[in-house]
């Protein structure tokens, strides 16, 4: 999803359902304003986050918004679903159509889930050269050691996708637990890497993505506002 870019002019023909010619003569008796001042350029790009007002009226008036949620287990990490709620409906009060979920996570898995309508952010947050890290609790059937982390190290290769897992991070945390740490979000991807041992995964956990951490403060099905820092993190 690319941020959805048009011309002003174009915008507020369509808006009104009148000509770009009658669009030009309101502008330049003043009468539309852009982001707060007054405009009269008829080429001016817009977006859909750029604030529109024609006499008294907005024409358009979204704030970008950017939610971190503490994914309960049942949840799934989709817009909609006919039998589990979804991760959008626990955001009450919010347009969740205009929603989107940054980095899902499967339906049994919790943790940090990041909700937005700024599809430049989520892209530039989640795309593979961006290199975040995403780091994840998982609890183990069977007791774990070492030994895992040059497998996890060296990459596994998914033959159903004809892939090569890159680079993961391993550290043993108890003999059931260990922290995982990846940059990149395969189908059912830390699942399938305990897997190579025969090893289920009993609880996946997301504890961060790149700087921004799971607030310890909410519980399962909560949720917050991100703060400018975690929106601008790097
Ligand atoms: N890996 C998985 O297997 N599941 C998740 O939800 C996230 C990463």
Redesign the pocket.
Same mark, same amino acid.
């Given at each position: 999803m690319r941020s959805k870019r048009s011309r002003l002019d174009q915008f507020v023909a369509q808006k009104l359902q009148i000509s770009k010619k009658a669009v030009r003569q309101l502008l330049l008796e003043n009468r539309v304003e852009l982001d707060g001042e007054i405009c009269k350029a008829v080429d001016k790009q817009i977006n859909e986050f750029s604030h529109i007002r024609f006499d008294d009226t907005w024409l358009q008036q979204r704030n970008r918004e950017y939610y971190m949620l503490n994914k309960p287990v049942g949840v799934v990490?989709a817009t909609i679903d006919d039998i589990h709620p979804t991760a959008l409906s626990l955001l009450k009060g919010v347009n969740s159509e205009l929603m989107h979920i940054a980095g $899902?996570?499967?339906l049994?898995?919790t943790g940090l889930l990041l909700i937005t309508n700024d599809s430049q952010w989520s892209q530039a947050l989640m795309a593979p050269e961006t290199k975040v890290d995403?780091q994840?609790l998982v609890t183990l059937a069977n007791p774990i050691d070492e030994s895992y982390e040059k497998a996890f190290a060296d990459g596994m290769y998914f033959g159903y996708e004809d892939i090569t897992t890159k680079p993961a991070k391993f550290e043993l945390v108890t003999e059931f637990q260990a922290r995982v740490t990846?940059q990149e979000?395969?189908?059912?991807?830390?699942?399938?890497?305990f897997g190579r041992f025969r090893n289920p995964?009993v609880e996946?956990h $997301?504890e961060s993505i790149g700087t921004i951490l799971l607030d310890k403060h909410l519980k399962p099905g909560e949720y917050r506002h991100l703060d400018n820092k975690e929106i601008c993190m790097k």
């Open positions: 990490s $899902r996570l499967d049994n898995s995403k994840y990846l979000g395969k189908y059912h991807q830390i699942k399938r890497m995964v996946l $997301r």
